[in-house]
């Protein structure tokens, strides 16, 4: 209920609340991302640390390290990452702003020639960040390399005031009442900026002295690595953020009862009716896979960087396309469940402290920002087609693509399932998603082949594109959820709940995309029909833990911020408490009832006395 200029104070206040502590607590790296995400409240800092670092070090020099890297580290500059435009989003390559090297004074001239060329979104930007790394075509004697990174600095560290060519702004409200209105996204517009040219990210590529631009042995795809940091986060966030919205509603539909009410006795749980199980149970699973996902993308891009350290570039396009796909999925579904939990807790879900209008509206830009969900999963079918493409070369897939590698049995393999039960065996399950997933890529790649100009091509078919694409992002998570079940996890009783959720997960995708399991002839509309026999013999199995599995996630009733997710489930009572404390009951009379409704009403009485 705050306003916008006090609730952008309130940020600033507890991000510097947050770093005094974690320098008094003298807090690693991990443990102040730890306790910044705590704070649960968009901020400058999720960009200083989340990008504007991370890009300097992915893309920076070992001197734009040692330069760079100490104040950021230390806050003593504040940055963001000024990439989007007011005209040009996901087409990074259509990008109008420019640095032009000026050879005579040995700097580069940042320049906003269109209006479509100011910057707009870059969070921090608005009011906070003093520094930005900014996204323009380098341009050295006429030629254009392209789009690279440059480290500006916006703002004067004396009184915070923009430097001589710099117009910078907020770019208004958003999306809900709080939610992203925390952040201070911005608008920049250069006019003939100089910066020095030991200014320009460049650790892929340099301008020397002379103006001559120079390619570096490193490959371009090093900035991937940047990437696959940032999408893996995302995807963690994507599992918390369901949480906490699974949590809320599988608590409330507990605690609700309606209807059923047998001999004047109380009526039924919410949450035993099936028709709330079938819509409930999958995104309790969907939050579990999700984790699981996340963690193994943990130790892909330790993996990467690893490899990255030893100059082995190799799994690097697989990793990207991979984590590409998979930020794409989990934050649509993601921000889909959201809405359908609220859904799920009837007309009360509607309210501001149920909690989830809030967490709706501050999630849903995860699935336009570091990359348009359907841009992306045009990206992972662009690697799939070209995967596909060398199957015959003696190349072999690598990674989650490794599956292609086994082409002549997934192209002729058919589904064994025979009884309800057949469906619980994991490599029944695997096959299953394994050979749905490689016959979609297989029959675009055949229908591609069709067109003179493939990129026609991939146009026309790109809805066909989309969904090969979505199937193997589900063959990913299903396949890295049964290989977390392989490992050794204590207690029989976690294990086998553990299980039951796998199974949900994956017999739900498999319903709900019924018809690609079908129509490719993974399975026949039979062995469908027992998958969804047994999906629902699943959600009874998942019923008598559900509370459990929600409490598991261990949020604290301020965390998850819900009246109707309380840990005590007394939420009748703290609905009505809660009603209480709205300012619009700071008075029984309201502001405006002499002013509007009192003259309505004498009318009315006049009308009546006649």
């Not at 040995?106 to 520094?131: M, Q, R, Y």
């Not at 517009?189 to 892929?204: A, E, K, S």
């Not at 690893?306 to 690097?316: C, E, G, I, K, P």
């Not at 009603?579 to 009832?593: E, F, R």
Request: aromatic letters at 10%.
């Amino acid at each position: 209920m705050l306003s916008r200029k006090d609730l952008f104070k309130d940020t600033l206040r507890k991000a510097a609340h947050a770093w005094k502590r974690i320098i008094e607590l003298r807090l690693s790296e991990e443990e102040a991302h730890m306790l910044r995400s705590y704070v649960d409240q968009p901020a400058f800092t999720d960009l200083h640390w989340g990008m504007f670092i991370p890009a300097i070090k992915g893309q920076g020099t070992e001197e734009q390290h040692e330069k760079w890297l100490p104040m950021a580290y230390k806050m003593q500059i504040i940055g963001c990452y000024a990439q989007t435009e007011l005209g040009h989003g996901s087409n990074v390559q259509g990008l109008e702003t420019t640095a032009t090297f000026d050879p005579q004074t040995d700097e580069f001239v940042i320049h906003s020639p269109t209006l479509t060329s100011s910057k707009w979104w870059p969070g921090g930007l608005g009011k906070v960040s003093t520094h930005a790394v900014v996204y323009a075509r380098l341009i050295t004697g006429g030629q254009d390399h392209g789009v690279h990174g440059f480290i500006v600095q916006l703002r004067s560290l004396d009184d915070h005031s923009p430097l001589p060519g710099i117009t910078v702004g907020d770019i208004g409200m958003k999306f809900g009442s709080g939610a992203y209105n925390s952040m201070d996204n911005g608008l920049l517009r250069f006019d003939h900026v100089r910066i020095p040219r030991n200014q320009m990210l460049m650790r892929v590529s340099q301008v020397s002295r002379e103006g001559k631009f120079v390619q570096s042995d490193v490959p371009r795809q090093l900035v991937y690595g940047t990437m696959v940091y940032v999408r893996q986060t995302i995807v963690s966030d994507a599992s918390c953020a369901l949480a906490r919205a699974v949590c809320i509603a599988t608590r409330y539909s507990a605690v609700r009862r309606q209807f059923g009410s047998q001999n004047g006795g109380p009526e039924t749980q919410v949450i035993d009716y099936k028709t709330q199980q079938s819509r409930l149970f999958p995104l309790l699973a969907s939050a579990y896979a999700f984790r699981f996902v996340g963690e193994w993308l943990k130790w892909l891009y330790a993996d990467v960087t690893q490899r990255l350290q030893a100059n082995d570039f190799s799994t690097l396009p697989e990793a990207h396309a991979c984590t590409a796909g998979l930020k794409s999925m989990t934050t649509s579904v993601t921000a889909d469940a959201i809405e359908e939990c609220r859904k799920l807790c009837g007309g009360h879900g509607y309210l501001s402290n149920s909690g989830l209008p809030e967490l709706f509206a501050v999630y849903i830009p995860t699935c336009t920002y570091e990359g348009d969900n359907v841009v992306l999963l045009l990206q992972v079918a662009r690697f799939l087609m070209k995967t596909v493409s060398q199957l015959g070369s003696g190349k072999k897939p690598v990674g989650t693509t490794a599956y292609m590698g086994r082409a002549e049995h997934l192209m002729q393999c058919r589904c064994e399932v025979e009884r309800a039960e057949d469906w619980l065996k994991p490599s029944v399950i695997l096959e299953a998603f394994e050979a749905r997933a490689f016959r979609m890529s297989i029959a675009c790649a055949k229908n591609l082949s069709k067109f003179s100009n493939p990129e026609d091509g991939f146009s026309e078919l790109s809805p066909d594109l989309l969904e090969a694409a979505i199937a193997h992002c589900q063959l990913i998570v299903v396949s890295k959820y049964i290989e977390k079940l392989q490992q050794d996890i204590p207690g029989k009783g976690v294990k086998r709940q553990l299980k039951i959720l796998c199974n949900v997960y994956a017999l739900h995708l498999l319903h709900k995309h019924l018809g690609d399991f079908v129509t490719t002839s993974c399975i026949t509309p039979k062995q469908g029909a027992l998958a969804n026999e047994q999906l629902r013999l699943l959600y009874s199995q998942v019923r008598p833990n559900a509370i459990t599995l929600v409490d598991a996630f261990n949020y604290t009733d301020h965390y998850l911020g819900s009246v109707l997710g309380c840990y005590n489930g007394n939420v009748y009572q703290r609905l009505y408490e809660e009603a209480w404390k709205d300012p619009l009951n700071d008075t029984v009379v309201p502001d405006g009832y002499l002013e509007y409704v009192w003259p309505i009403l004498k009318q009315h009485i006049r009308t009546a006395r006649l």
